[in-house]
């Protein structure tokens, strides 16, 4: 009876299929319009979240905050909080932190010949690139001899070679640095490669020297601007921050002294802001799904009023309500079920063209094309279950009498 019942409503469905297919497209609308919507911000939060985690492994950026001058005692700057040994400290007693890198910048005029180029010349260790996943394409990154002499070198992001040198390679060559109307001459002993932008800025437009050249050049003292951190694994990230906040606070007596941020902090925010955008897309997509069913009761109502002699002449030969009353809730949900297969359909292929044309990967959420389709059949029972209890209740006298 079942199958009878189902290809009943079929024929039933075929013999008026501009109809048919005009019911079911509030239906196709929606559950394509859901499907899409969520791929695409899957597809994105997952090339963000992949672009940021290439930037660096599991960074944690410490900065100097504002200290309070409490007791009459005055307010202490950056240049008076974070030392060199205190980065040491950090990476002896913060068990989940794996190494720290300081750093300290200052602007100025990079010059060759009677060209110059406004940059952000940066003082900092050997680790600096392996925190940033960061490392020359030509020439090598500084040495610890380097560090421990305080040498002149200096290695190029791959933006000031395309503005001062063009497609030349200036590895071994000289290069002065102009800072506060003083110059400074470096040696040139490599070259990196193209970075994205990602936590420590744009790397590309930097150039890179020895921390204790820098200091020995630009400052009288040890003291950094920031420090640059990475957790043993992407788990221990927050463990990490936790630990790095206790020795901070205990050691400068001040909470409020330091600002930490870490690439997990960024990435939850942006998984926080995409899974609302993505909620609430997808609730106004949904609405279309009730628009839908809202037509497949239009259309319900309007053939159980079309096939009254048929129903009086189906109960006058046997049938009983429940026969009757689920060959329209079945017509009801095919229709709704063909609607969500087609949206399904077209809303994968929508999202894959969108995803072809951003760039980004291609994802399709096995569970949103489950709740989606499912959705839908809910969709058709709700709306289609008054026109089925409607036509069972019809008195077969009437119905046979009906013109």
């Not at 394509?32 to 919507?37: E, N, P, S």
């Not at 960074?59 to 905050?65: E, F, Q, S």
């Not at 005055?74 to 950090?90: C, R, V």
């Not at 389709?373 to 709700?382: C, D, E, H, N, T």
Request: proline share 2%.
């Amino acid at each position: 009876m079942f199958i009878e019942t189902v290809l009943i409503a079929i024929r039933s469905l075929a013999s008026n299929k501009l109809r048919s297919l005009l019911s079911m497209l509030g239906i196709i609308i929606g559950v394509g319009a859901v499907i899409a919507v969520i791929s695409i911000a899957s597809g994105t939060q997952l090339q963000v979240t992949s672009r940021i985690s290439d930037m660096g492994s599991n960074l944690i950026n410490i900065n100097p905050g504002v200290s309070t001058g409490r007791f009459g005692q005055l307010s202490k700057s950056a240049q008076d909080l974070f030392t060199l040994e205190l980065g040491e400290a950090i990476s002896e007693y913060c068990p989940s932190v794996n190494r720290v890198v300081p750093q300290s910048q200052s602007s100025g005029y990079l010059k060759v010949g009677d060209n110059n180029y406004r940059t952000t010349l940066v003082g900092t260790s050997i680790d600096y690139q392996i925190i940033n996943k960061y490392y020359p394409e030509s020439g090598k990154f500084f040495s610890e001899y380097d560090l421990e002499k305080a040498n002149n070198v200096i290695v190029l992001g791959s933006e000031l070679v395309e503005e001062l040198y063009e497609a030349h390679n200036p590895t071994g060559e000289k290069i002065s640095f102009l800072y506060n109307n003083h110059n400074y001459v470096f040696k040139i002993i490599g070259v990196m490669e193209v970075k994205e932008k990602g936590i420590s800025g744009d790397l590309n437009s930097m150039a890179y020297i020895p921390i204790d050249t820098y200091l020995n050049m630009f400052s009288s003292n040890n003291y950094v601007g920031n420090f640059l951190a990475q957790a043993r694994s992407s788990e221990l990230a927050s463990q990490a921050v936790e630990e790095i906040e206790y020795l901070l606070t205990k050691y400068l007596e001040d909470e409020d002294a330091f600002r930490i941020f870490s690439q997990d902090q960024l990435l939850d925010t942006i998984n926080e802001v995409t899974g609302t955008m993505t909620l609430m897309l997808s609730g106004i997509a949904a609405i279309s799904l009730l628009v839908g069913g809202i037509g497949i009761m239009n259309i319900m109502l309007v053939s159980v009023t079309e096939r009254t002699r048929e129903i009086g002449i189906r109960k006058a030969l046997g049938a009983r309500r429940k026969n009757i009353l689920s060959q329209f809730l079945i017509e009801a949900l095919t229709l709704s079920s063909l609607g969500g297969i087609v949206g399904i359909i077209i809303g994968g292929i929508g999202a894959y063209g969108v995803s072809r044309l951003g760039g980004w990967p291609f994802v399709i959420l096995p569970y949103t094309v489950i709740l989606a389709f499912a959705f839908s059949l809910i969709v058709g029972i709700f709306f289609g279950i008054y026109p089925a209890i409607k036509a069972s209740k019809l008195d077969p006298v009437d119905a046979l009498s009906y013109e």
